[in-house]
């Protein structure tokens, strides 16, 4: 599957974004991850195509909202409440032929399709 995300930008702190990301088919499971510099790649928020629930990073909780638009193939990245610490590359990510389970819908390295990410600057 292709991945193509959008929506970052530079904003100051206590502001807002909205990152999108566009599947090219249906998946099972859609998540975002980030990556500061010099860092390893983390889990930000997930969520399955067949049912509501949602998952997020603790970073994020409160802050960042994920959502889909099941029509358009298109999941969402709404972030609130902005703070430098979320600077980062943000990436969109899906499975594929076979779902995650539900164990590893945190880990990065159960992921097999990536977007080629987009930046989020988050000024003090």
């Known amino acids: 599957v292709q991945l193509q995300a959008s929506g970052g930008g530079l904003v100051q702190a206590g502001g807002s974004l909205r990152l999108s990301c566009v599947a090219s088919r249906r998946t099972f499971t859609m998540g975002w991850f980030r990556q500061a510099p010099g860092e390893e790649r983390e889990f930000v928020a997930a969520f399955r195509w067949s049912g509501d629930v949602t998952y997020y990073a603790d970073s994020v909780k409160g802050r960042f909202t994920i959502s889909r638009d099941s029509a358009k193939n298109t999941m969402y990245l709404q972030m609130v409440s902005l703070r430098p610490e979320d600077t980062a590359l943000y990436y969109c990510?899906?499975?594929?032929?076979?779902?995650?389970?539900?164990?590893?819908?945190?880990?990065?390295?159960?992921?097999?399709?990536w977007g080629q990410g987009t930046q989020v600057t988050v000024s003090s």
């Open positions: 990510a899906s499975d594929d032929r076979s779902r995650i389970i539900l164990s590893s819908i945190r880990r990065a390295d159960a992921y097999v399709s």
